[in-house]
């Protein structure tokens, strides 16, 4: 059976007090509706209809490069039923359809594909059982347990109040009868707003099989609508990856003190200290070691790095047995070829730092082109920005560079090349020489002042 999903997000989300549409706050790094639709795509629909709201252009243009995404807008939100309404036009192949919810991003799709294996051709229906199900619709059952109807909180009685078995508001339905039962919805309730939830005692009303199925943690049924639920689900959405991470053989010191921002591939016997933060897509070979406080973000890092305590790395490659920090600031545009150092207050940008070769201390290397085996002392700064241009530093195959050096680019250190402490490098220096650029030291004979004796 063909499978179309309809995810609703009209709702304005007046209670996260935001100027950004609440489907697109973000939950480790993605908007929530980006987790409902990657969960989506992972079960093969045929379609998928997001459902917007009244000035949801921006929702829609954060998610223009996705392909294959249905929009229907509802611009007067009417209702759970009058929403999925407006997606019915756009679901033309679907034998099933699946209706999930913007703000839920914590769905797995291992519960979803049991719900719609379950549901086949008649209705599917997940459930949570709450302590505490105040403003959920109740799961009213007959004598033997078959499910009858949904009542939402506003239109139940102290009886049916009693019940904790709730709507997710998450079911799969059969296309085939969708239409009718929508178009049967009446809006005479407590809410005046057509339900979506009625359609299940019109189907029951057909004699229709209904499963019921409830998913592995109530946390994958919670919505978002404030920002104490975002962070309760951040924190839960963390949980989960870590727990994952630590079953795949990552070594995290304390798995609440971790955070995933984006993806991240690993190798083996991978070892993160605490307070480490990863965005983006991040690449860790095997045995890397990362220690406390440190950000990375968009960065590759090959097998034996080791990055010490309170570096930010971005958009850099980190060569096999390199050692970065502790305090070491990496920028974009950086490839540390293998075996490097990289030191203490050290930034590094847009530049290539060649095998074996160090900048152990206090240093500014950007625009550059380090050879191999190059020796940069403490304090040397490339100067590569003229107040308009950015101009090029190359320093080539075992150069030393002494410490404190400005090397004014554009400016190229020979093979082998010393420059001496001190210097202000504006002139190519030739391989294999020193050379040194500064005021030559004098010692002169001299009587330093003293103060005069009053009379
Ligand atoms: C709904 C269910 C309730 C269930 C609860 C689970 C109905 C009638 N009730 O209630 O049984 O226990 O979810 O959270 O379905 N939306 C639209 N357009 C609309 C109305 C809503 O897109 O016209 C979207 C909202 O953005 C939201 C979701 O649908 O993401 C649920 O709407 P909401 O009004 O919060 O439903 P509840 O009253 O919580
Ligand atoms: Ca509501």
């Given at each position: 059976?063909?499978?179309?999903?309809?995810?609703?997000?009209?709702?304005?989300?007046?209670?996260?007090?935001?100027?950004?549409?609440?489907?697109?706050?973000?939950?480790?790094?993605?908007?929530?509706?980006?987790?409902?639709?990657?969960?989506?795509?992972?079960?093969?629909?045929?379609?998928?209809?997001?459902?917007?709201?009244?000035?949801?252009?921006?929702?829609?243009?954060?998610?223009?490069?996705?392909?294959?995404?249905?929009?229907?807008?509802?611009?007067?939100?009417?209702?759970?039923?009058?929403?999925?309404?407006?997606?019915?036009?756009?679901?033309?192949?679907?034998?099933?359809?699946?209706?999930?919810?913007?703000?839920?991003?914590?769905?797995?799709?291992?519960?979803?594909?049991?719900?719609?294996?379950?549901?086949?051709?008649?209705?599917?229906?997940?459930?949570?059982?709450?302590d505490d199900p105040t403003g959920y619709g109740r799961i009213r059952r007959d004598a033997d347990g078959?499910?009858?109807?949904?009542?939402?909180?506003?239109?139940?009685?102290?009886?049916?109040?009693?019940?904790?078995?709730?709507?997710?508001?998450?079911?799969?339905?059969?296309?085939?009868?969708?239409?009718?039962?929508?178009?049967?919805?009446?809006?005479?309730?407590?809410?005046?707003?057509?339900?979506?939830?009625?359609?299940?005692?019109?189907?029951?009303?057909?004699?229709?099989?209904?499963?019921?199925?409830?998913?592995?943690?109530?946390?994958?049924?919670?919505?978002?609508?404030?920002?104490?639920?975002?962070?309760?689900?951040?924190?839960?959405c963390q949980q989960r990856q870590a727990e994952q991470l630590l079953h795949a053989g990552v070594t995290?010191?304390?798995?609440?003190?971790?955070?995933?921002?984006?993806?991240?591939?690993?190798?083996?016997?991978?070892?993160?200290?605490?307070?480490?933060?990863?965005?983006?897509?991040?690449?860790?070979?095997?045995?890397?070691?990362?220690?406390?406080?440190c950000v990375l973000r968009d960065m590759t890092v090959a097998d034996d790095v080791m990055i010490l305590?309170?570096?930010?790395?971005?958009?850099?490659?980190?060569?096999?047995?390199?050692?970065?920090?502790?305090?070491?600031?990496?920028?974009?545009?950086?490839?540390?070829?293998?075996?490097?150092?990289?030191?203490?207050?050290?930034?590094?940008?847009?530049?290539?730092?060649?095998?074996?070769?160090?900048?152990?201390?206090?240093?500014?290397?950007?625009?550059?082109?380090?050879?191999?085996?190059?020796?940069?002392?403490?304090?040397?700064?490339?100067?590569?920005?003229?107040?308009?241009?950015?101009?090029?530093?190359?320093?080539?195959?075992?150069?030393?560079?002494?410490?404190?050096?400005?090397?004014?680019?554009?400016?190229?250190?020979?093979?082998?090349?010393?420059?001496?402490?001190?210097?202000?490098?504006?002139?190519?220096?030739?391989?294999?020489?020193?050379?040194?650029?500064?005021?030559?030291?004098?010692?002169?004979?001299?009587?330093?002042?003293?103060?005069?004796?009053?009379?």
């Open positions: 059976m063909k499978l179309g999903v309809v995810i609703l997000a009209a709702g304005q989300g007046k209670r996260m007090q935001s100027a950004t549409p609440k489907v697109l706050h973000q939950i480790a790094g993605k908007p929530l509706l980006e987790h409902v639709i990657d969960c989506a795509r992972s079960l093969s629909p045929v379609e998928i209809v997001v459902v917007y709201g009244h000035g949801g252009a921006q929702v829609r243009e954060a998610f223009a490069d996705q392909a294959a995404l249905g929009w229907a807008e509802q611009a007067e939100q009417l209702g759970t039923g009058h929403a999925v309404q407006q997606a019915m036009p756009e679901l033309s192949q679907a034998d099933q359809v699946l209706v999930l919810y913007g703000d839920v991003p914590l769905t797995r799709p291992d519960t979803l594909r049991e719900l719609i294996d379950a549901a086949g051709d008649g209705f599917g229906l997940l459930t949570v059982t709450l078959r499910v009858l109807s949904i009542v939402e909180q506003k239109d139940a009685d102290a009886e049916l109040l009693a019940i904790r078995e709730v709507n997710t508001g998450i079911m799969c339905l059969p296309r085939a009868r969708l239409e009718a039962w929508l178009a049967g919805l009446s809006n005479r309730n407590a809410q005046g707003e057509y339900y979506l939830t009625d359609v299940l005692a019109a189907a029951v009303a057909e004699g229709m099989d209904v499963q019921v199925r409830q998913p592995g943690a109530a946390n994958e049924a919670e919505g978002v609508n404030n920002r104490l639920q975002l962070a309760v689900l951040e924190r839960a995290l010191r304390d798995p609440a003190r971790f955070d995933l921002r984006g993806s991240l591939a690993h190798g083996l016997d991978v070892e993160i200290d605490v307070n480490v933060v990863l965005e983006g897509h991040v690449v860790l070979g095997d045995r890397v070691q990362i220690g406390a406080n305590e309170n570096c930010v790395l971005e958009g850099a490659r980190i060569g096999p047995g390199s050692r970065v920090g502790p305090f070491a600031r990496v920028r974009p545009g950086t490839e540390l070829v293998g075996e490097a150092h990289i030191g203490n207050f050290v930034e590094v940008k847009q530049s290539v730092i060649g095998k074996g070769s160090k900048v152990n201390h206090l240093s500014y290397v950007g625009d550059s082109q380090i050879g191999a085996g190059v020796n940069v002392g403490a304090g040397t700064i490339t100067c590569n920005y003229d107040g308009a241009n950015k101009h090029q530093t190359v320093i080539a195959d075992g150069a030393f560079i002494g410490s404190n050096t400005a090397l004014v680019a554009p400016v190229t250190i020979g093979r082998g090349a010393t420059i001496g402490a001190g210097s202000v490098v504006n002139k190519d220096a030739p391989d294999d020489k020193l050379t040194v650029a500064r005021a030559r030291q004098v010692s002169l004979d001299w009587q330093r002042p003293s103060k005069e004796k009053k009379a």
